[in-house]
């Protein structure tokens, strides 16, 4: 008896080293793993901060402006309606012309000209028209600088790089050196990248339209989604009878839930633009096809959240006398919530960055306005990101790097949104 | 010879769980095919009454062909060898069953006179009636003072806040459980011990002022002190409700109840007064099982 324990005891002794072993190799295979994931979410990032940072700032160019009723071309005594239509370009031209004299050709004034951003002389007629006792004056006024100028004051060029290979000329370079070395550039951060629509000069876009058709759309996402699918979830995991036609329906919505997301563009593309004739564009109709897109994601995790609700609970709140809807109301759900919560937020993060449902419906226009409703054509972040990666202009690449961040930046927001629910539902 | 040694001990300090793994094989005296009920099930003027109810499970006869009345103000103890179906009789009770999809009760079961398993019973009126205690603890996850007032909450037997935390009082100190839980009532139930939540559970279900209470084991989890407090509390309940309480402790079933049930493998072999049982039973297995002859 005793000689056969001290056998096994040698032999469990002789086992041990090797399962410890194994145990040690899978630990550090994990750590490779995790640090391999953690290593290619840090080169992403980095990529695009890197790239993306430097649209959060504007470049500026001190210009001295005669701003004398000559020279914008209106009368001394000009009212608004007169001082709107004023020649601030020409200002802006002329202005420039005199800070370097040596300019002659059309091609150098040209040049000349694409140092200050085409939105510059709406800006100096906003000032003016705010103040109209700025007409007959000179004036020294930062005004905005062309995106390739921009970048060249930003350090992005090369200076001695072929000529050809950049937009910004050899002749460019040697004014906004001068203008350097004189004072004449500042860099300020660049709030217009929130507050603008988009544009086709990349100094002057921003994601204003893109985050209001987000938000709108995903609101209608949200509110379309979270309450179907949730009910879809209870209805079929406590009240549904098991038979052919629920197994049916439960099939049916595991396949819903891996249908490329584009088939679902083009069903509202059908359905509800070309049959029911809702607008084009519209954060309405994005929201929907979102919705139809995110259902199956939250009514399979709400479905497994209230699963793995312990069933005594149920038992408890059915043996005090509480009716079925009341035991899921009252207790199954604030239960499985933080499942279900993180579920919806997961399905909601996939929605914010969908694209390819959208372009279906049209949310791909150019679209300067936000959208002061659902039925207003918008733009959606990832779509934005979509347009402006599509252009050449290197104005546009550091964009779309920073809406990704801000995307990035809403999707950090909603996880941060679910992990609070879930503290808070737990602590119940 | 350390070893042997331990072992026999290990043996002694198992005599109190009732199972297959001592003694005696149970299913060896499996053959209750042609049987009756010894003693007498029946009563004059019963609270519930129990005819002719089979349990199925699917394919398995869980509970066959019993009946069983439980009088007004009594405690009924059920007993028997585990899985032997008492979980499962006391279940059909509160039509707790009806929340297992295979589950099949067949039978007549009534509560004052009444089918509890006519299409027209309501299962929400009858729980409230007949309440129950589990066999495994099981609070809401939600604070002690919400775990008891629940069920009068939805109910409204409270008018007003005083009256909820007059309920909420004495039902934590019928259950024994106030003085330990009095300055903690807004912390979660399920924080409290095994025992401490077991008595929470009997609190939150007196609070409903049931007339039946279903006990499944309401003391497996608890303390000798604790179970002599739950035992005295079925004492003072008897004066109002009636009680069932499912129990492997022969001494809890002496001690509270004025008639035991005897289950063995889905039938009900003896049922008789209390005494009569422990100190004369008629039946083989009723001996055998109170003996520990199983075991
Ligand atoms: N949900 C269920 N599904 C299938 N079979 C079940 C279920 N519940 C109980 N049974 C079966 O019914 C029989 C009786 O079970 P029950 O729980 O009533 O026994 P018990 O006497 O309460 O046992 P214990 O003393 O261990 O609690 C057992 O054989 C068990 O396997
Ligand atoms: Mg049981």
Redesign the interface.
Known sequence: MSNETYKNTALIQASLKKRYAREKRFQWMGRFAVFLGFLFLFILLFDIVGKGLPAFTQQYLLIDLDLSADALDVAPDADAEALSRANYAGVIKSSLRDMFPEVKSRSDKRMLYRLVSVGAEYELRDRVMADPALVGTRQSLWLLAHSEAASYLKGQVDPNSPEAERRVKDAQITWLDQLHADERTKSGFNTQFFTAGDSREPELAGIRVALYGSFLTLAVTFLLAFPIGVCAAVYLEEFAPTNRLTDLIEININNLAAVPSIVFGLLGLAVFINFFEFPRSAPLVGGIVLALMTLPTIIITSRAAIQSVSPSIREAALGVGASKLQAVFHHVLPVAMPGILTGSIIGMAQALGETAPLLMIGMVAFIMDAPAGVTDPATVLPVQVFLWADSPERGFTEKTSAAIMVLMGFLIMMNALAIYLRKRFELK | ?Q??DDMNQMKTADAAVPEEARGLDIHAHADVSNYETTGDPLLDNPKMSARNVNVYYGEKHAIMDVSLDIGGNEVIAMIGPSGCGKSTFLRCL?R?ND?I?ICRVKGDIQLDGEDIYHSRQD???L??RV??V?Q?P?????SIYENVA??PR??GLAHNKIEMDEIVENSLRRASLWEEVKDVLDKPGTGLSGGQQQRL?IA??I??SPEVILMDEPCSALDPIATARIEELIDELKERFTIAIVTHSMQQAARVSQRTAYFHLGKLIEVGQTKQIFTNPQHELTENYITGRFG
């Open positions: 010879m070893g042997n509160n707790m929340t999809p299962t929400v009126l729980r409230a309440g129950m589990f495994k099981n609070p809401f996850p939600k629940y069920g939805i109910h559970c939150r279900a609070a409903v």
